[in-house]
């Protein structure tokens, strides 16, 4: 674009020549915007999550230790010809579920706090990782526990202790999915809050124009330029 009154021709910006400020303009090599080398590429992404896939589901035996440990024992009695709750007022069935739940959560809050503090600058797939390992570690929990606790045959454990004899129940999970989803759901949402609050932050671009002084028939008598246009073409007219 060019200014014309008749007999100048003034060149508002030179051809091919971007603005010192223009924001379209690519960043050159080693500014802020571009990608810091600190940033993991895919590769080392994904070996990333694998490893933390790997770690927070052996964690998971831990879990189903310590669920076998604190969850409450559902106590049963026989006679001749059934099997039945001694006490059928009792909360223990429930108390296991809630044992598990609660140690989820925490073990949940754990794992994301390890792996945000060891790979703070993970992307979207560390954190796919660890959400795939903490729900395999609800599994592997859940069958160490069940495996490791009071046998599943209960006429044979009843014809075993005898009559009127009292004897532990199976360790089970009745809500199985939702105790399973316990961790997995505590870990990205511990995550998401460290990420939120303490995680690296992108630097803004420099958005702003120039602001010089403006040039052509824009220009005003305080523009900078000292001359206006009028008094400019007068004094290049011919001669």
Do not use: C
Not at 91 to 112: C, P, Q, Y
Not at 187 to 209: K, Q
């Amino acid at each position: 674009m060019a200014w014309h009154d008749g007999t100048v021709t003034a060149p508002l910006t030179p051809p091919h020549q971007p603005g010192p400020h223009d924001p379209w303009e690519a960043p050159p090599s080693g500014s802020h915007l571009a990608s810091s080398p600190d940033d993991p590429d895919t590769a080392t992404e994904l070996r990333q999550a694998a490893v933390v896939a790997v770690l927070v589901a052996l964690s998971g035996i831990a879990l189903g230790l310590l669920w076998l440990w604190l969850a409450p024992r559902v106590p049963l009695v026989s006679d001749d010809t059934a099997v039945f709750l001694k006490n059928s007022e009792g909360e223990e069935a429930i108390g296991a579920d809630g044992t598990f739940v609660l140690l989820a959560i925490g073990f949940g809050a754990l794992s994301a706090a390890a792996v945000f503090w060891r790979l703070r600058r993970g992307g979207v797939l560390v954190v796919v990782g660890l959400a795939l390992g903490a729900l395999l570690a609800s599994l592997i929990a859940w069958r160490v526990g069940v495996w490791l606790g009071p046998s599943s045959d209960v006429v044979g454990r009843a014809r075993e202790a005898g009559q009127g004899v009292t004897f532990d129940a199976p360790l089970e999970l009745h809500t199985v999915w939702v105790a399973v989803l316990a961790w997995p759901f505590a870990a990205m949402g511990v995550h998401l809050l460290l990420t939120a609050a303490f995680g690296p932050r992108d630097v803004e671009p420099d958005w702003s124009y120039y602001q010089g002084p403006v040039q052509g028939p824009l220009a005003g008598p305080g523009s900078g330029s000292g001359a206006s246009p009028s008094s400019s073409a007068g004094s290049a007219g011919p001669g």
